[in-house]
């Protein structure tokens, strides 16, 4: 048996004293700087429901359904506040109608919806991107940037035509219809000067952000670089409502070209953001949800209409090009049929009061007699009369700004819409 001296002893001491101190070092690392992970990059676009109309006085509304109450979790702080995301930053860039518009950015939370005054600073709504964002950092644990471009009232036969659509030509249909009202050559030049505005937009400030990242996202780290990770696209009212562009004459196949300028754009947006594969995800409209009789009011023949909307703007996901690449998530389970149900009721109470307020000689103010204030009380009775209690309750629970155009402004449909967008990426890219 060997016997160490006390010399030998002291080595070993401070050699196992040492191998503590080095464990306690790499403890004490965080996981970012340990481990350098890409930042994902995810663009989002469309127009006014990608902008957002989901208050956040609806975020409770989310606790009434199982199915919905755990994102509300996900949602809120342990203060109760909008949660702030810790690994997800956004650019969002949203103007008027036909401007480029402001920029608001910084760490994802509520706020990032639809701005009505100043486009840099937050107001009171969401879009998908609140949910989309929280979807991806549960997923992954590096950095994540959201560039949201998105304007109301946008379409994609002119305003988001891509370049390798070509020039805006209209229909023989168009040009005769428009020749009859002396408004050919007027709509010819502003469609010319209309004609990919907003993907120029787009691809502007996508480009922006990407020159320079670390202006929206200060620790971006260049050496670990980043990854363009996904592309959703939520648009579709004005080309489903533009009756001249795709009129019903054509039958089944009125929006056939709406299928092939959205394949176009799709190569386009990759072409220019240099990534050939670049996973897409289009959001099917999802306004008269599934259709349920009372649940929304269309005018004659939207219906059958809208049934071969969704059809076309599904259409892309289904060419072999796209195979594996492009997905179509339909937003139509989304829609609540109860507020649905509420909004017609809420039509019945609007008709009334134009009837009041016009003097109507079938209404109750025929002789113009009742004042403001009778006017507003009358009303206010009328709508006890033919909503519930419980519904009215609901309504002021569920429900923000834009109608049910804008899915009645509930932060419901937009939080199970951007989670829905994230899982679609996140399963194209586990394939």
Request: with cysteine.
């Amino acid at each position: 048996m060997m016997v160490q001296n006390d010399g030998w002893k002291e080595v070993v001491r401070r050699v196992a004293q040492l191998k503590i101190c080095l464990v306690a070092m790499l403890c004490c690392i965080s996981p970012a700087v340990a481990q350098k992970k890409p930042l994902k990059i995810y663009i989002m676009a469309g127009q006014s429901n990608m902008v957002g109309t989901g208050g956040i006085d609806t975020f409770d509304h989310l606790a009434d359904d199982p199915l919905t109450a755990p994102m509300l979790k996900k949602m809120r702080g342990p203060d109760g506040k909008p949660k702030v995301c810790e690994r997800v930053w956004i650019s969002s860039l949203n103007g008027k109608m036909n401007q480029y518009g402001g920029e608001g950015f910084g760490k994802l939370t509520a706020g990032y919806g639809v701005r009505r005054k100043d486009a840099t600073q937050p107001d009171e709504f969401i879009g998908p991107e609140y949910l989309f964002g929280i979807t991806m950092e549960e997923s992954y644990d590096g950095p994540i940037l959201i560039i949201k471009t998105a304007w109301g009232g946008q379409n994609l036969s002119v305003d988001y035509r891509s370049p390798g659509a070509g020039p805006y030509e209209m229909n023989t249909y168009q040009k005769e219809a428009l020749s009859k009202k002396g408004a050919l050559e007027k709509v010819k030049q502003r469609n010319k000067e209309a004609t990919g505005r907003n993907y120029r937009y787009m691809m502007e400030h996508v480009k922006k952000v990407l020159g320079d990242i670390k202006r929206v996202y200060p620790d971006y780290d260049a050496d670990a670089g980043y990854e363009l990770s996904g592309f959703v696209w939520f648009q579709g009212w004005n080309d489903f409502s533009d009756k001249m562009t795709y009129p019903d004459s054509f039958g089944d196949k009125r929006y056939d070209l709406y299928s092939k300028l959205l394949a176009q754009f799709i190569r386009d947006v990759r072409k220019d953001l240099e990534s050939p594969k670049l996973p897409f995800v289009i959001g099917v409209i999802g306004v008269y949800g599934d259709y349920t009789p009372g649940a929304y009011t269309a005018p004659k023949g939207n219906t059958e209409r809208m049934k071969l909307f969704r059809k076309a703007m599904a259409a892309p996901a289904e060419m072999k090009e796209f195979e594996g690449s492009v997905v179509a998530v339909q937003t139509a389970p989304f829609y609540e049929d109860a507020l649905g149900f509420i909004d017609a009721k809420q039509l019945k109470v609007k008709a009334m009061g134009a009837k009041l307020a016009k003097k109507h000689p079938d209404g109750p103010n025929a002789d113009g007699s009742m004042t403001p204030e009778d006017r507003k009380e009358y009303l206010k009775k009328y709508r006890e009369k033919i909503c519930t209690p419980e519904e009215i309750a609901l309504w002021q629970r569920a429900t923000s700004i834009g109608g049910f155009i804008h899915y009645f402004g509930s932060a419901k449909f937009h939080a199970q819409a951007g989670k829905a967008f994230a899982e679609a990426l996140l399963e194209m890219e586990d394939e």
